[in-house]
Every structure is written in C-alpha cells, then in structure tokens.
C-alpha cells in the first residue's frame, strides 16, 4: 500500500475541495489519500479521503493567538497534520525542536504528523545533505511517537522547482531515513517522497527502494494531475 498526501497550502476553497474529492472518491483504490487542506475546509464531509492539517501549535492551549491546538484540529476532523514543512522553516523559522513539539502535540491529541526533512541547496552544494537529514530524523521524531509518524523527505531546493533529485539521491536519503528510523526502533514508519511530484514521474519514484508514498504540493490542486499520480502507483 501506498501513500499519496497532497498539501494544498494557501489554495484551494471548499467548493474545490468538494469538487476534488468527488473525483478521488470515484478511484478503485486500496492506496491511502490524504488531502493536508487549510483549516477552514478541514470539516468537509470528504468520504474515504483523508483530511489533514498543514501546521498545529506546539502548546497545548491558552493565550496564543491566531494558533490551533492539536485538540481543536483533532475536533475539526484532522486525522494528519504536516510538520516542519520546508516553508514553515523558512518562513516562520521553524527548527527541528519545534517540530518535535509540534509532532508531540500531534500524537498526544492522535493525529498522525507527516514529519518532513529535507536539506537546501546551499547544504547540498556543502556536502550537508545527508548529516542534515540523519540530525532532521533524530531531533525532530519525538520519544512519544510510538509507531504513529509518517517522515517525508523533502529536498528543499526542490519544491515547487520543477526539478527533482536523481534516482539514486533519492534512495540514498530514503536509505539513511530508513536506517536512522531503525536505530529509533521505529521502522514500520512509512517514508514519503516530495518535491516537484507529477503525473510523470510519481510511478518511477515511488517503485524506488524505501518509498512508500508521495507527499504532492502543485500537483494535489487539480483532480485530473492528482488522479494521474494515484493511477500511477506500479
Ligand atoms: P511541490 O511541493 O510538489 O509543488 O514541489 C511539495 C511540497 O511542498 O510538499
């Protein structure tokens, strides 16, 4: 079985999600989908699609303002949430701490979080990569996690780039997650694969070694990509 997430992020209405799950619903498939939508369409009556949140707040509850807790998404209807999106990182200068925290919110109100790591360019061009995903893994999986995460790698250089990492970088990170996740005794853990995602390429990656899904940001928003990506699946 697979796992084909799509991230909406801000896009996307709840006339879009109705449309977009009509289509989906109409698939013959055993694979898992999940839609990670904005907040506000999360209630949507969606049939046997998924629906998960794309950021939870790392407190429990209180004063913070603008933030949604792990309770009030579990509320709304998320059974998944991403954390440590490469965007969260960049534009809200999110670390692997936080992202423990937020995972840990996550698991305590019983939301599967979608861990993602990934390294930028500039750490790739430095030889960083692989010390960034291996340390991504470790500080950002939570001691609580008992079996329910899901990790995506996520090379950040090569989101919404149109440009993907050969085949083999991506076996390579894939085989470092899966081994770092052993040594966490957490090896049931699904690893998926995002960044520039389609119709085209999705069938190859996730035959690869240690991929079992796809984590799908531009892709996701139209049915007809989104469907070519879950018919894809070898
Ligand atoms: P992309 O985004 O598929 O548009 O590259 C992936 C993601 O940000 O999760």
Same mark, same amino acid.
Request: proline share 3%.
């Given at each position: 079985?697979? @796992?084909?997430?799509?991230?909406?992020?801000? !896009?996307?209405? *709840? &006339?879009?999600?109705?449309?977009?799950?009509?289509? %989906?619903?109409?698939?013959?498939?055993?694979?898992?989908?999940?839609?990670?939508?904005?907040?506000?369409? %999360?209630?949507?009556?969606? /049939?046997?699609?998924?629906?998960?949140?794309? $950021? @939870?707040?790392? #407190?429990?509850? /209180?004063? =913070?303002?603008?933030?949604?807790?792990?309770?009030?998404?579990?509320?709304?209807?998320?059974?998944?949430?991403?954390?440590?999106?490469?965007?969260?990182?960049? =534009? #809200?200068?999110?670390?692997?701490?936080?992202?423990? &925290?937020?995972?840990?919110?996550?698991?305590?109100?019983?939301?599967?979080?979608?861990?993602?790591?990934?390294?930028?360019?500039?750490?790739?061009?430095? /030889?960083?990569?692989?010390?960034?995903?291996?340390?991504?893994? *470790?500080?950002?999986?939570?001691? !609580?996690? !008992?079996?329910?995460?899901?990790?995506?790698?996520?090379?950040?250089?090569?989101?919404?780039?149109?440009?993907?990492?050969? #085949?083999?970088?991506?076996? &390579?990170? #894939?085989?470092? @997650?899966?081994?770092?996740?052993?040594?966490?005794?957490? $090896?049931?853990?699904?690893? %998926? =694969?995002?960044?520039?995602?389609?119709? %085209?390429?999705?069938?190859? @990656?996730?035959?690869?070694?240690?991929? $079992?899904?796809?984590?799908?940001?531009?892709?996701?928003? *139209?049915?007809?990509?989104?469907?070519?990506?879950?018919?894809?699946?070898?």
């Amino acid at each position: 079985m697979k @796992i084909i997430a799509g991230n909406w992020k801000m !896009n996307g209405s *709840k &006339q879009a999600l109705k449309e977009m799950t009509a289509e %989906l619903n109409k698939i013959d498939t055993d694979n898992a989908i999940i839609l990670c939508v904005p907040f506000t369409m %999360l209630g949507a009556e969606t /049939g046997k699609i998924n629906l998960g949140a794309q $950021d @939870i707040s790392n #407190h429990e509850k /209180g004063a =913070y303002t603008g933030e949604i807790s792990g309770a009030m998404l579990k509320e709304a209807g998320a059974k998944y949430v991403i954390v440590g999106h490469s965007e969260r990182r960049q =534009y #809200h200068n999110e670390d692997n701490d936080i992202v423990r &925290q937020k995972a840990e919110m996550a698991i305590q109100n019983g939301i599967i979080p979608i861990i993602c790591v990934g390294e930028t360019m500039e750490e790739k061009q430095a /030889g960083k990569a692989m010390e960034i995903i291996e340390s991504g893994v *470790k500080e950002s999986v939570p001691n !609580n996690s !008992n079996g329910h995460i899901i990790i995506a790698y996520e090379p950040r250089w090569a989101i919404g780039a149109g440009i993907t990492p050969t #085949h083999e970088e991506i076996e &390579q990170a #894939h085989s470092l @997650i899966a081994k770092t996740l052993h040594s966490l005794e957490l $090896d049931e853990t699904p690893i %998926l =694969y995002g960044a520039s995602v389609n119709g %085209l390429n999705a069938g190859d @990656i996730m035959s690869l070694n240690n991929v $079992d899904g796809v984590l799908v940001g531009g892709a996701s928003l *139209k049915p007809d990509d989104f469907i070519s990506i879950i018919t894809s699946i070898k």
